[in-house]
C-alpha cells in the first residue's frame, strides 16, 4: 500500500504503520462500547497510545523547542488574521494544550475543549 502523505522524515514507515493500527484500534472500541464504557476509556485512551506509539508525534514534540515554537508559529499563522488581542480563542481537541497556551499571549481570554 503507498501512503497518501509523504512519510515525515524522522519517522519510519513501520513506525506510523504502528501508529496507525494503535489509532485504529482504539477507534474501533470507542465505536463498539457503551456510553458508560466510553466514559472510562475517555480517561485511558492517551496514556494507551502513547505507551503503543512512544514515538508519537506530541511526545517528541517536546524534545525539541524550536521545533515545538514553530509548529506553534505555523499554527498562529492560520488565525491571526482573525484574532485580536481583545478576543476571546477557542480550540476543539486541544490534545496537550500546547497552542491553547501559546494563544494565551496573543488574546484577552482562552478555551480548550476536549472530550
Not at 15 to 35: C, D, G, M, N, P
Not at 46 to 72: I, T
Amino acid at each position: 500500500m503507498k501512503p497518501i502523505k509523504k512519510i515525515p522524515p524522522d519517522r519510519t514507515v513501520e513506525q506510523v504503520r504502528r501508529h496507525y493500527e494503535a489509532e485504529k484500534e482504539i477507534a474501533a472500541r470507542l465505536r463498539t462500547a457503551t456510553r458508560a464504557e466510553r466514559s472510562l476509556m475517555y480517561r485511558t485512551m492517551y496514556d494507551e497510545l502513547f505507551a503503543k506509539v512512544p514515538d508519537h508525534p506530541r511526545l517528541r514534540a517536546h524534545l525539541d523547542p524550536e521545533q515545538f515554537e514553530r509548529r506553534n508559529l505555523q499554527k498562529f499563522s492560520y488565525v491571526a488574521p482573525y484574532v485580536a488581542s481583545t478576543d476571546t480563542f477557542a480550540e476543539f481537541a486541544p490534545g496537550d494544550c500546547a497552542f491553547a497556551r501559546f494563544m494565551c499571549s496573543k488574546v484577552h481570554e482562552v478555551y480548550a475543549y476536549d472530550i
